[in-house]
């Protein structure tokens, strides 16, 4: 398995973690000009849970793939945290700003995989 695939694992796991919902995988490999491989998005209910689940991503990516963000943006109003893992990038959403920027819409050429929730 490839890094970049355990990658997008501990970035799953860490949003699991901390009940992160509605989990899409982007694989943008097939799409020419993306600044980016893979995207990886998801949502929490409150600023409070958007920003437990980025440390919980920080955490299980540091753990298993000794691999940190080059930068983390949004942390301050925690409505839409972007992560910057290079070949990955994790956006964290509360519901209606996932909503109104529909990330998914916008590469819909994208192959998208969508990860069951845990209850």
Not at 9 to 14: A, F, L, R, S, V
Not at 49 to 67: C, L, N, P, W
Not at 84 to 109: C, K, M, Q
Request: glycine share 6%; aromatic share 8%.
């Amino acid at each position: 398995m490839n890094e970049t695939k355990i990658l997008i694992e501990k970035i799953t796991e860490g949003i699991q973690e901390k009940k992160g919902k509605n989990i899409v995988i982007a694989d943008l490999t097939n799409i020419g000009d993306t600044i980016c491989k893979y995207l990886v998005i998801c949502q929490g209910n409150s600023p409070s849970q958007i920003t437990a689940i980025v440390d919980s991503i920080k955490d299980f990516t540091r753990k298993g793939t000794d691999i940190k963000p080059f930068a983390i943006d949004g942390l301050r109003n925690a409505e839409w945290v972007a992560m910057d893992y290079s070949d990955v990038l994790v956006h964290v959403f509360l519901p209606e700003t996932r909503y109104f920027y529909n990330l998914e819409n916008l590469w819909a050429d994208a192959k998208l995989t969508t990860i069951p929730d845990i209850d």
